[in-house]
């Protein structure tokens, strides 16, 4: 779920910084997701897809496929 984050955030040519301060979502809460560490919430998944302009579950099918791979 972060690598699909990621390649729109490089995709953008942003940096986690602007993208936090544009979405709400905290620096610490991208790197957190990165270091899985943190899954985020849906309303913070939805801020970070309105953002980028895509349907949430842009990052929910990803997150369906690495639960049946395990």
Known sequence: MYQKYAELRDKAGVTDYEVAKRTGVSTSTLTNWKYGRYCPKFDKLLAIARYF????EYFADDQKAEKEEV
Do not use: A, L
């Open 53 to 56: 302009d895509v349907p949430v």
